[in-house]
């Protein structure tokens, strides 16, 4: 990873639920670090986003993505934001596709999600609505790259184990035959 530069992803709703503006302004915080950011998608707050950043050209605004425009961006990221608000907790589909991609996970949610993170060391969590918690967050990355390759490592595993849709329906398969067997 040498001289290779860290890519953060955001792919979503530009809105009050999926803010990615913190993105934005933890990008200004490391303008002068090897990280660049990708946002893709659309919505209330993309126009505001777009011009927060207009000075930082490691932003890039890919706007609205479908599937295969979404899966190009996640699988060239090292990294994935899903910000929610302040006392929010949730778990957006996000999640899943930037699971099936291997990106470690920047959250500022709790619940399961952080719990999740914490338990299977796949991510960071940072403070809400904190952009400089957010940028030391992604900083833990570019001065630790073994942490972003072992964090990698445990999504697959994870994904792989729990969260592939063909083990879920062999397992779903294999535990109706064994209903079935003891009716």
Do not use: H
């Amino acid at each position: 990873r040498v001289g290779e530069k860290l890519k953060v992803a955001f792919v979503g709703t530009f809105g009050i639920q999926n803010n990615p503006l913190i993105l934005i302004e933890a990008a200004r915080i490391l303008k002068n670090k090897n990280v660049e950011f990708v946002l893709g998608g659309a919505g209330p707050y993309y126009e505001k986003a777009v011009k927060m950043a207009q000075d930082l050209p490691q932003c890039q605004f890919v706007g609205w993505l479908n599937s295969a425009q979404m899966n190009d961006i996640l699988g060239s990221a090292d990294l994935a934001l899903c910000p929610t608000p302040p006392n929010v907790d949730v778990f957006p589909n996000k999640v899943f596709a930037y699971m099936a991609s291997a990106l470690p996970i920047l959250t500022s949610s709790g619940g399961d999600l952080n719990e999740i993170i914490k338990k299977l060391n796949i991510g960071s969590i940072y403070t809400p609505e904190d952009a400089k918690s957010l940028a030391s967050a992604i900083e833990s990355y570019l001065d630790n790259p073994i942490k972003l390759k072992e964090q990698k490592e445990n999504i697959l595993q994870f994904y792989q184990s729990s969260g592939n849709s063909e083990n879920i329906y062999v397992n779903y398969a294999d535990f109706l035959l064994k209903m079935s067997a003891q009716n």
